[in-house]
C-alpha cells in the first residue's frame, strides 16, 4: 500500500492540481484504508470533507486508480464514524487497450470563441469521420490553453461511437514506454499495438521528443504504419511543426502534411464563460464581477484560471462565506491583485516604436511606407484593446481622423483571423506594452 500511494498521489495530481491535493490529500482530510487489485476504499476525516471530495474529485480519484492499477476499480468512499459506502466503478465501453482519455473532457464542456472556433470545428470533423478528415491534425498554442481537452474530445467521440481503438498519451509517455519496450526487449509488441489495437492516436506535448533520435524514429515508425493504414492521428504541442527546434526535418515535414489549427489565449468574454461552466459544474455561485475580475487579470491560461477557481472554490467551503468581491480581494490577494491601469497612448506608440526601430514621431506622421504604416495600425489596434480607448481618443493621440482608426482596427482584425504569424505578433507586442517582456 505504501508503494501505490505516492504514484496515486501523482496520477490524482495531473487531475485536480497542486492546490487541490495540498488541500484534500496531503493534509490527510482524505487518506488511503487500503488497496487491493479491483478495489479501493479511501477514508475522510469528516463527513463535510466527504461530501466535497465525492461531489467534486470521485471521478478523478476512480480514474487515478484505475491509471495505477491498469484496470477497473471499484472505490469505496466512506467518512470517520459512517458505515463505508461504495460506489460502483463508471461503466467502461469494451475496448481492446486502455484509452487513458479523461472522461469529463468533450466537446459538451468546451467553451467556443473566437480564439479556438476553427480548432473545435475541425476537431469535431475528425471525431465525426476518424481517417478521412484532417490526417493528421496539428493542434498547437501556448500552454493552458484547451488543446488537451480538444484532444480528450475527440477520443472520446470516437469511442463512444465505435466502442475502443483510441489512445491517447503525452510524448513524455511515448517515452517511457518506448524505454522500457528497449530494457525489457518487447520493440515488437511496443509497435504491434500501434499496427493492430490503436485505430485513433492522440499524442500530446509532441515537442517533448524534439532531439530524441531514438524516440523521433520510433514516432516515424508509428506515424508511416498508422497513416498507410488510413489511421486517424492527433498532435498537439505547444508551437507549430515548424518551430519546434531540433526536431528532424521528416517529422516536420509528416507533421505539417495534414491540418494545422492554433489554439489563442480567449478574450475577456470567453474567458467568462469557461469560468461560469466550469463554476457551475462545481456548483459555485460565481457573480458576473467575480468572473470579470479573474478572466481580466488571468485571461492567458485556461488552466491557471481553473486553478484560480478550484481555490476559490475551496476557500468557499472552508469559510462558509458567499463568493463575493469583497471576500476575493480578501483571501486571495495573492493569486489576484488590484488591476493595473492600462498603458497609455503615448507608451504604446513609444514600445512599438522601439519594437520596429522606428521614431515615435514616424507613427504620428503622415508618412505611409510599409515599415511605419503597419506598426502605426498594429498601435491603434493596441491602443483600443489594450489601452481600452475610444476611437475619438485614439484620433487624437495618433493625430488621425476617427475612420482612419476604426479602418486600422477592423484592418489588423480582419487579418488576424487568418494570419496565426500576425496573432503571433499582435501577442507579444502586447506582452510588450503591458510590461511583460
Same mark, same amino acid.
Given at each position: 500500500?505504501? #508503494? ?15 492546490? #487541490? ?8 482530510? +482524505? ?21 466535497? +471530495?465525492?461531489?467534486? &474529485? ?46 469529463? !473532457? ?5 467553451? +467556443? ?15 465525426? $469521420? ?77 515537442? &517533448? ?45 509528416? &507533421? ?14 470567453? !474567458?467568462?464563460?469557461? =469560468? ?18 479573474? $478572466? ?12 484560480? =477557481?478550484?481555490?476559490? $472554490? ?14 476575493? =480581494? ?10 493595473? *491601469?492600462?498603458?497609455?497612448?503615448? =507608451? ?42 475610444? &476611437? ?27 494570419? *496565426? ?17
Amino acid at each position: 500500500m505504501d #508503494n501505490v500511494w505516492p504514484v496515486f498521489c501523482a496520477a490524482l495530481e495531473r487531475r485536480i492540481g497542486g492546490q #487541490n491535493m495540498d488541500i484534500w490529500v496531503r493534509s490527510g482530510a +482524505v487518506r488511503l484504508e487500503f488497496a487491493e487489485p479491483g478495489r479501493v476504499r479511501m477514508r475522510a476525516e469528516n463527513r463535510v470533507t466527504y461530501e466535497w +471530495v465525492r461531489d467534486n &474529485f470521485l471521478d478523478e480519484m476512480r480514474g487515478a486508480w484505475e491509471e495505477v492499477q491498469g484496470a477497473p476499480v471499484a472505490l469505496d468512499v466512506t467518512w470517520d464514524g459512517a458505515p463505508v459506502e461504495v460506489e460502483a466503478p463508471a461503466p467502461r465501453p469494451n475496448r481492446r487497450a486502455p484509452s487513458h482519455l479523461e472522461r469529463a !473532457m468533450t466537446f459538451d464542456n468546451f467553451v +467556443v470563441g473566437k480564439c479556438n472556433e476553427f480548432a473545435h470545428s475541425v476537431a469535431c470533423a475528425v471525431a465525426d $469521420a476518424p481517417g478521412q478528415a484532417y490526417n493528421p491534425l496539428f493542434i498547437y498554442g501556448s500552454t493552458g490553453l484547451g488543446k488537451t481537452h480538444l484532444m480528450h474530445s475527440i477520443g472520446n467521440r470516437v469511442e463512444r461511437r465505435l466502442g475502443g481503438g483510441v489512445l491517447y498519451m503525452t510524448g513524455q509517455q511515448f517515452f517511457d514506454q518506448m524505454v522500457s519496450a528497449f530494457q525489457n526487449r518487447t520493440v515488437p509488441q511496443f509497435r504491434e499495438r500501434f499496427r493492430t489495437e490503436v485505430d485513433v492516436l492522440l499524442l500530446d506535448d509532441v515537442q &517533448f521528443i524534439a532531439g530524441r533520435d531514438r524516440t523521433e524514429e520510433e514516432v516515424f515508425y508509428v506515424f508511416e504504419v498508422m497513416l498507410a493504414a488510413k489511421k486517424q492521428i492527433v498532435l498537439a504541442a505547444d508551437q507549430a511543426p515548424q518551430e519546434i527546434g531540433k526536431l528532424q526535418p521528416r517529422l516536420r515535414t509528416r &507533421f505539417s502534411q495534414g491540418l494545422l489549427a492554433d489554439v489563442q489565449p480567449p478574450d475577456v468574454e470567453t !474567458m467568462m464563460a469557461i =469560468l461560469a461552466k466550469k463554476a457551475d459544474a462545481i456548483h459555485l455561485v460565481l457573480p458576473s464581477d467575480v468572473q470579470y475580475a479573474i $478572466a481580466q487579470r488571468v485571461r492567458n491560461s485556461v488552466r491557471e484560471a481553473e486553478g484560480v =477557481l478550484n481555490r476559490l $472554490a475551496a476557500l468557499h467551503a472552508f469559510y462558509g462565506r458567499p463568493v463575493t468581491m469583497s471576500f476575493v =480581494l480578501e483571501r486571495m490577494s495573492d493569486v489576484l491583485p488590484p488591476e493595473t *491601469p492600462p498603458p497609455s497612448a503615448d =507608451l504604446i506608440i513609444q514600445r512599438v516604436a522601439e519594437h520596429y526601430h522606428i521614431r515615435p514621431n514616424d507613427i504620428r506622421s503622415s508618412r505611409r511606407p510599409a515599415n511605419i504604416s503597419h506598426p502605426r495600425q498594429l498601435a491603434m489596434y493596441l491602443c483600443r484593446t489594450v489601452a481600452r480607448l475610444s &476611437f475619438p481618443e485614439i484620433a487624437r493621440a495618433f493625430e488621425r481622423d476617427n475612420s482612419t482608426v476604426q479602418y486600422a482596427c477592423k484592418k489588423v482584425a480582419t487579418e488576424m483571423s487568418t494570419d *496565426p504569424n500576425l496573432r503571433a505578433e499582435v501577442d507579444m507586442l502586447e506582452k510588450i506594452v503591458r510590461g511583460a517582456e
